[in-house]
T-cell receptor, first 116, second 113 residues
Framework: GAGVSQSPRYKVAKRGQDVALRCDPI?????LFWYQQALGQGPEFLTY????????KSGLPSDRFFAERPEGSVSTLKIQRTQQEDSAVYLC??????????????FGSGTQLSVL | DAKTTQPTSMDCAEGRAANLPCNHSTISGNEYVYWYRQIHSQGPQYIIH???NNETNEMASLIITEDRKSSTLILPHATLRDTAVYYCIVRSLRSTNAGKSTFGDGTTLTVKP
């Protein structure tokens, strides 16, 4: 597609419910990133994939958060037993690293998760 | 990745140049300076990046000091649509941490008529 697509755009969950957020990166992009953005703050790194390999998951706040990218394209961020503090916008970004000339991140519009 | 320091907010008159500063005094030799902006309810949008030379594209110019400890993003003729939060980040491309970027809280630029 033309850009990074995320779905759903909005998600309302009851506390304790499991949710799954989807990211469709730009076709051919090797790298994929997930960020969490609380209201009024900048995006916070969660995890990073290079193709299907999850190279960095140091930003995942707890073991309730899990991300996968099994075929190296679409990625899913899953949050189990959601809590109110999980309410945030979840952003996905993809990129095609260009050695020696830097790398641009292309972001989706995000999924706004509200946990009641 | 090195941390960055930006003013919380700035105002600019429409049609004038907007100069947004960023301090990154702990930047290392293999780290690039990137600028992104985020308009309300959208994901961040890439603006420009550089390593040590000044850069210009259709959106903006990036001026990096010789010691690379600070930079300035210049929007030459700001419009109302440039009102957004602007993030300055530094980012290493080493394979061990290429994925992680620290955005901070950015500078909220308000362009006024």
């Amino acid at each position: 597609g033309a850009g990074v697509s995320q779905s759903p755009r909005y998600k309302v969950a009851k506390r304790g419910q499991d949710v799954a957020l989807r990211c469709d990166p730009i076709s051919g992009h090797v790298s994929l990133f997930w960020y969490q953005q609380a209201l009024g703050q900048g995006p916070e790194f969660l995890t990073y994939f290079q193709n299907e390999a999850q190279l960095d998951k140091s930003g995942l706040p707890s073991d309730r958060f899990f991300a996968e990218r099994p075929e190296g394209s679409v990625s899913t961020l899953k949050i189990q037993r959601t809590q109110q503090e999980d309410s945030a916008v979840y952003l996905c970004a993809s990129s095609q690293p260009l050695q020696g000339v830097g790398e641009k991140l292309f972001f989706g519009s995000g999924t706004q998760l509200s946990v009641l | 990745d090195a941390k960055t320091t930006q003013p919380t907010s700035m105002d600019c008159a429409e049609g004038r140049a907007a100069n947004l500063p960023c301090n990154h005094s702990t930047i290392s030799g293999n780290e690039y300076v990137y600028w992104y902006r985020q308009i309300h309810s959208q994901g961040p949008q890439y603006i420009i990046h550089g390593l040590k030379n000044n850069e210009t594209n259709e959106m903006a110019s990036l001026i990096i000091t010789e010691d690379r400890k600070s930079s300035t993003l210049i929007l030459p003729h700001a419009t109302l649509r440039d009102t957004a939060v602007y993030y300055c980040i530094v980012r290493s491309l080493r394979s061990t941490n290429a994925g992680k970027s620290t955005f901070g809280d950015g500078t909220t630029l308000t362009v006024k008529p």
